[in-house]
């Protein structure tokens, strides 16, 4: 099945923001509030840092917050740091498979 | 604290079985879906499964249906995954994971199991 579409990569400096795009359909991403995003170092498991769309599980930075507009979700970082660089991926429940889907993955650099 | 400890990977022939089980402390097991979760060498995430707290709804990816089977055992706090059938795609590290809010969120993460398909 296909992934959700994501940039591969979005890069700032230390105290900016950046948006990372997750783009599906009608049938996931547009159509169900089961958004969520995710943030990877090498080498380590997935951590969950939002959640159905716009909520932040307790211990993650307010700097992390969500949105979603139509058939594309959103994930925002403020206040960029050297530690935010990881991998990014959305997750999206799928109604046409009744299955869920992650996106293609999003290198967030540091500069 | 909530732990998740994966087992059973390793190394199988093409065709082959293998069973990943999965045991968890530190949370009341039977109120949660869990899932598991793969990532092949390099590349992204792929959700594998998922089952509901009672064990009797499962859901898989297209690309495994009728050849891996999720199951749970509330009463042993652990979660499986039988796979058979393997192939070279299957070659990855599996996480198994609770969700959170029963909608593909995905809190705590083992730290995986590698599972290598290869002659």
């Known amino acids: 099945q296909s992934a959700l579409t994501q940039p591969a990569s979005v890069s700032g400096s230390p105290g900016q923001s950046i948006t990372i795009s997750c783009t599906g359909t009608?049938?996931?991403?547009?159509?169900?509030?089961?958004v969520s995003w995710y943030q990877q170092h090498p080498g380590k498991a997935p951590k969950l840092m939002i959640y159905?769309?716009?909520n932040r599980p307790s211990g993650v930075s307010n700097r992390f917050s969500g949105s979603k507009s139509g058939n594309t979700a959103s994930l925002t970082i403020s206040g960029l740091q050297a530690e935010d660089e990881a991998d990014y991926y959305c997750?999206?429940?799928?109604?046409?498979?009744?299955?869920?889907?992650f996106g293609t993955g999003t290198k967030v650099t540091v500069l | 604290e909530v732990q998740l400890v994966e087992s059973g990977g390793g190394l199988v022939q093409p065709g082959g079985s293998l069973r990943l089980s999965c045991a968890v402390s530190?949370?009341?097991?039977?109120?949660?879906?869990m899932a598991w979760v793969r990532q092949a060498p390099g590349e992204g995430l792929e959700w594998v499964a998922s089952?509901?707290?009672?064990?009797?709804?499962?859901y898989y990816v297209h690309s495994v249906k009728g050849r891996f089977t999720i199951s749970r055992d509330n009463a042993k706090n652990s979660l499986y995954l039988q796979m058979n059938s393997l192939g070279a795609e299957d070659t990855a590290v599996y996480y198994c994971?609770?969700?959170?809010?029963?909608?593909?969120?995905?809190?705590?993460w083992g730290q995986g199991t590698l599972v290598t398909v290869s002659s």
């Open positions: 994971a609770r969700d959170l809010a029963a909608s593909g969120s995905y809190d705590c």
């Open positions: 530190g949370f009341t097991f039977s109120n949660y879906w």
């Open positions: 089952t509901k707290e009672g064990g009797s709804d499962k």
């Open positions: 009608s049938s996931d991403v547009g159509g169900y509030n089961y």
């Open positions: 159905d769309v716009s």
């Open positions: 997750n999206s429940y799928r109604s046409s498979s009744t299955s869920y889907v």
